[in-house]
């Protein structure tokens, strides 16, 4: 019983941390006056969700969030580099075809183009907290990743469609989780297709 009830407080310690994490990131979005602010917030959103995936809790959320917050402010925004050419492709891409109407197989290349970049922009942030590497390097070490990790990228699609579901079915979660838990997910299956090249490397 005593095992079970400290269970719980766990759980719902976990679940006020997502809560409270997500508050933290629209807060520091906004500190930033969102265009200079919603990337440092979002890396070290991903960053938190790494130390707790690896079973590191022990520092207080604000003071962690802010100190990482101002560490990676300027570093981080660079990213737009990269970041927004990958967005402009894909919104490109979509908005060809949707001009097109009808599907035709001409729309399967741009489809498959929209579908490598989208998946690449989920890895970007996860490995830009696990290697110190120039812009081009983290592309490129994303894209890398990405291509050789087809079972985390269908768990991660998995997982990050049945959240978006949650979301659309019940908007009241989305309020309170709707970052946070994103980028939980996101940095879990990211960060195991990591160690898994990583592990190839090292046996080669």
Known sequence: MKQ???????LTNWIMSLVYMNLLWAVFTLLG?????????????YAISKKWIQGDYNFKLHQE???HYKYVFLTSNKLILIVLPLIL????????????????LV???????????????????????????????ILKNA??????????????????????????FIPGIAFFFNVSVFAWLNTFFVMDATKQVLVKKQSV
């Open 33 to 45: 006056g969102v265009v200079l602010g919603i990337l440092p917030s979002t890396v070290t959103l």
């Open 65 to 67: 969030f802010w100190k």
């Open 4 to 10: 079970f009830i400290q269970s719980i407080y766990q």
């Open 89 to 104: 492709i894909a919104f490109i891409n979509l908005l060809f075809i949707v001009e097109q109407g009808a599907f035709q």
């Open 143 to 168: 894209l890398f990743i990405m291509l050789i990790s087809p079972i985390q990228n269908l768990l991660l699609l998995l997982s990050l469609g049945s959240l978006l579901v949650i979301y659309y």
């Open 107 to 137: 729309h399967l290349p741009f489809w498959g183009i929209s579908f490598l970049v989208g998946m690449t922009l989920l890895y970007i942030i996860p490995t830009y907290n696990t290697f110190d590497l120039p812009l081009l390097g």
